[in-house]
């Protein structure tokens, strides 16, 4: 159903820059009227991950590469990593796995926020205080709140999928907020995994159709008794009560098959990282190898017919 795009990979490792010539991958899209910035992943000659920004006019060729965020506190110190992007209002807010320990372990991987209005300037915020990653803020309110989902103990699974509601911004980095929504987690949950040994993440930031809002997520068969099939699913959610599952997809739409998703410094990832959709066309962003970073393309409506 998804093709491939003819100019996969679209972002390589680049040699000449130190910080990302090892990996560029997990590329998330943000449209700014006619230009896309691109934020990915990016890790160099000293293993550290960074968020590189890119600039593009297709989608699929781009330009003016630079280390947009950095290390800068002691809840972020070791790693940047994955990016997640979602404009709501004039804003842009950029949610990111940050890695406080090494050598690494669950209780120092959480989520960091970085909140932009023109790709220059940022204010950065500490998120999470448990172990958690891949944070999406949705493209829109429901009713008066704003919604995020969210993957919990990613690290220490079984990790649960969950939604996150919001009065105001500054609830988003309350700690407060925080210990009463893990305390409660099963009550946020959606469940996704079909098996037991299977494992989920939370992948591209959801798109507002109106059909309902469309998610596409990391599932993970055999996770615990590898080997670990690593694949591309959907699901679709309720405009009005996105915990209401309408549809979902039973079986993967994307997995490893060509060598530039197979070979790499982590080989047969492909792992969803952002979307953009333009009329029925759905742009699907993902990360290969953890190493680059790839486009496919399908139509809503003939993805839509696959899920039930």
Same mark, same amino acid.
Request: hydrophobic share 20%; no cysteine.
């Given at each position: 159903m998804f093709k491939r795009s003819s100019a996969n990979p679209i972002l390589l490792p680049n040699s000449k820059n130190s910080w990302e010539n090892k990996a560029t991958f997990n590329g998330c899209p943000a449209q700014d009227g006619d230009k896309m910035h691109f934020l990915y992943r990016a890790i160099g000659s000293d293993n550290v991950s960074t968020i590189g920004c890119a600039e593009s006019l297709n989608? &699929? !060729?781009? !330009?003016n590469r630079r280390q947009f965020l950095q290390p800068e506190f002691d809840w972020e110190k070791y790693g940047c990593e994955d990016p997640r992007v979602t404009k709501l209002g004039s804003s842009y807010y950029i949610f990111y796995t940050a890695l406080s320990e090494y050598p690494f372990r669950a209780e120092g991987i959480k989520l960091g926020l970085a909140v932009t209005k023109d790709f220059k300037t940022y204010k950065k915020y500490s998120v999470t205080n448990f172990n958690s990653k891949a944070m999406a803020l949705f493209p829109g309110k429901i009713g008066k709140k704003m919604v995020a989902i969210l =993957? &919990?103990? =990613?690290?220490s699974p079984p990790a649960k999928i969950g939604l996150a509601f919001f009065d =105001?911004? @500054? @609830?988003m980095t309350s700690p407060a907020y925080w210990n009463k929504w893990y305390k409660n987690v099963d009550k946020h949950r959606l469940v996704i995994e079909r098996a037991e040994n299977d494992h989920v993440e939370v992948g591209a930031p959801p798109l507002k159709t109106k059909y309902g809002w469309l998610l596409f997520y990391s599932y993970i068969q055999n996770y615990f008794t590898p080997p670990a099939t690593f694949g591309i699913e959907a699901i679709l959610l309720d405009l009005n009560d996105p915990s209401k599952i309408i549809k979902r997809t039973t079986k993967p739409l994307l997995t490893s098959e060509t060598d530039y998703e197979k070979f790499g410094n982590v080989p047969n990832i492909s792992f969803p990282s952002g979307a953009i959709l333009t009329g029925d066309k759905i742009d699907l962003y993902y990360g290969v190898a953890d190493t680059a970073c790839a486009v496919a393309s399908c139509s809503l409506k003939e993805l839509l017919k696959e899920m039930s």
């Open positions: 989608g &699929a !060729k781009f !330009k =993957t &919990a103990n =990613t690290d =105001t911004p @500054q @609830q």
